[in-house]
Each structure stands twice: as structure tokens, then as C-alpha cells.
């Protein structure tokens, strides 16, 4: 199979319990809640994605033949030496093209395998560290997984009926938007009166870095 991939790069991991982590992030082109267009967005499920996820034209981006050319080219970026080698599949949503035979490859080349998901989409076995992020209005099928990030505050969707799904890790990430102070406040609030939640930062647009 081929692989749309919008971008992909060497940085930190930015946000989660891994944040701070060396990384290359490959990032998919196309997601199942918005269509990445502006003029989209109001009636879209997910309406505050700071991502630009809308074809192949970004670093490294493009249509990859199979997963040995994807694999390759995230080796190259990550170097020779694989040890500790960690990969982060995000989007967009990445279980729209994340395989079997892309987890087999990326294996084979030494990586660890994280992945940013939706939810929406059950994921495939071989994730070895899966971040699930619920959106307010979808269904969410993958209820399991290492953490789930909840970009706070949103409306239509209740932290409590989250906490009993399968994860070890429940995190409180604030929106970044147009009054972000206001959700970072909330965010701290939340946290302050939900012990069972942890806040998380995206690090990344504090440093500058992609
Ligand atoms: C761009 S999404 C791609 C992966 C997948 N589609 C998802 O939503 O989880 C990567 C992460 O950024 C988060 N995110 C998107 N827009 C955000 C925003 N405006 N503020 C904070 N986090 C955001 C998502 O919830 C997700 O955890
Ligand atoms: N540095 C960095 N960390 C990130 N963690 C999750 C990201 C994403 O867009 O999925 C992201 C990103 O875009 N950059
Ligand atoms: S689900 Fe993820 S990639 Fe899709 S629009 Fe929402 S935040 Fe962006
Ligand atoms: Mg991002």
C-alpha cells in the first residue's frame, strides 16, 4: 500500500507523558473529523485542530510507494545509531494509513512505535505507545491504550464517563485558541479539582520547535 504523509521530521516528543523525548514525527495526510479546509471547519466534528494536515507538500511529505520507502526515510532522519529510536504517527489521523505492514517496517528499522489517535478508528496491534484524544461529538472505539490526552476545556463531553476506560495515564492538555490564558486557566482548575488528572503542555510551541 502507498502513504499520504503530509510531513515528516526530527524534534521532541512536545506534549504527554513523553514529552521531551527525541523523536521523528510522521505526520499522515487527511483525518476522518475535519477536511483540514478553513471553510470546513465550523460544521466539522473536531473545530479546534491546530494542525495542518491537507496534502503532501510539507518536509519530507509525500505519496511514499510502500512502507520500506516510509520506513527509510524515517531511519535517515533518525540516524544510524537506532538505539532508543522513537517515532511518533500523527496526523491528521494516523490509523486512517498506519498498517500492519508500516508497524512491521518501522519495527525492522529499530523504531519504537507512538501514535496520536482520535480514537475513532480501532487500532492495530504493534503500537507500542498509543495516545487516544476523544473529540466532543464522535464516537470513540478505542477505549484502551498508555494515555489519553483530553484538549480541555471542551463542551459536550464529561472527563468522569473517561476515567473508567483502560488507560494508566489521564491528562488534561489546554486548547491552544484564541483566548488560550482562559483555557490554560481552566485546564489548572480542572486538574486542581481532579487529582486523577494531569495537566500537560505542548512544550513544543513554548520552545519554537515544530
Ligand atoms: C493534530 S492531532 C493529530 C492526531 C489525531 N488526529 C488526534 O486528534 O489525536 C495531535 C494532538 O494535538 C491535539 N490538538 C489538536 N488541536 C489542538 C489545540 N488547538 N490545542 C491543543 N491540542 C490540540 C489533539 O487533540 C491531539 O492530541
Ligand atoms: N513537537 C511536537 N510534539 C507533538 N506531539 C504531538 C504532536 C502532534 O501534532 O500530534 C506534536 C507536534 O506537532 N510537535
Ligand atoms: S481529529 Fe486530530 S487531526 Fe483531526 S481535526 Fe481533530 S485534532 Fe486535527
Ligand atoms: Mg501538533
Known sequence: MSYAVKEMFLTLQGEGV?????????????CNLWTGREADRAKAV???????FVGTDGENG???ADAEAVAAKAGALWGADREHAY???TGGEPLLQLDGALIDALHDA???????????????DGIDWLCVSPK???EIIQRSGDELKLVWPQTDIDPDELVGWDFPNFLIQPMDCEDGEAALQA???YVRAHPRWRLTLQ???MLGIP
Not at 18 to 29: D, I, K, S, T
Not at 46 to 52: G, P
Not at 110 to 124: D, L, Y
Request: charged fraction near 20%.
Open 18 to 30: 513523553q514529552a521531551g523525548r527525541r523523536a521523528v514525527f510522521l505526520r499522515f495526510a487527511g
Open 62 to 64: 509525500a505519496r511514499y
Open 136 to 138: 466532543a461529538g464522535s
Open 187 to 189: 485546564a489548572m482548575a
Open 110 to 124: 529499530g523504531f519504537e512505535i507512538a501514535v496520536e489517535s482520535n480514537g475513532t478508528i480501532a487500532a492495530p
Open 46 to 52: 473536531c473545530q479546534f485542530c491546530d494542525t495542518d
Open 203 to 205: 512544550n513544543h510551541k
Open 87 to 89: 517515532i511518533v504517527c
